[in-house]
Structure formats: C-alpha cells, structure tokens
C-alpha cells in the first residue's frame, strides 16, 4: 500500500499562484489531481502518465495549471496560477498502482486532501 500525503494548499486571491506537492512513500504509476468544491461532487484536474511525457487537464483548468513529476522522490506537483474563486476546493492526489495510458482516471491510492482556497 502506498502513502500519499498532499502539502501546499492554503488561502490566495484572486490571480495568485499557489503549488501543491503530492509525496508518496513508494513508487507509482500514473499520478493525477482531483478536487472536491464545497457541496458539489469531485471532480478530475489533471494527470501525468508516469514518464511524465504526457499529461492530460480538465478544460477548466488548462493554460492554467502545469502537473508535473520527479520520480525520484516519488512527488506529483501541481503549479496554481491565475486562481479564480472558483478554484476554491478541497485537492486530492492520487496514483496508479501500475503504468496504464494517462487518460485511464480509475485510481488506486488517494491522498487526505489539502484545501485550496480563493478569495476574490
């Protein structure tokens, strides 16, 4: 069973920036973001197949955010930029246990959660 464990989240206005980091105690396969907007249902942000050659958003959020990896410290991030309220959420990793394509959004290993809020 593999860990993971969100950091960085916390309260920024309108237009700023804010990055997230994901660590997981073990090696993974594909990794990806999620997040849980106050009383709606969670929703996918973005993924990164484990080469980190391709990555995949949600059209909310492209142009927007970066995802990217460092394998060896086993670490998703998720760059945060020109935050809008509506980004406001509860944020979520996750991972693969094994390599599938990065569109594959059935994960296997979830993260606690970091909240990510917006003020406007």
């Known amino acids: 069973q593999v860990r993971l464990v969100e950091s960085g989240g916390g309260l920024v206005q309108a237009g700023g920036s804010l990055r997230l980091s994901c660590a997981a105690s073990?090696?993974?396969?594909?990794m990806g973001w999620f997040r849980q907007p106050p009383g709606k249902e969670r929703e996918f942000v973005a993924a990164i197949h484990w080469s980190g050659g391709s990555t995949y958003y949600a059209d909310s959020v492209k142009g927007r955010f970066t995802i990217s990896r460092d394998n060896a410290r086993n670490t998703v991030y998720l760059q945060m930029n020109s935050l809008k309220p509506e980004d406001t959420a509860v944020y979520y990793c996750a991972a693969h246990r094994t390599i599938r394509i990065v569109t594959d959004l059935e994960y296997d290993y979830w993260g606690q959660g970091t909240q990510v809020t917006v003020s406007s």
């Open positions: 073990g090696p993974t396969g594909n």
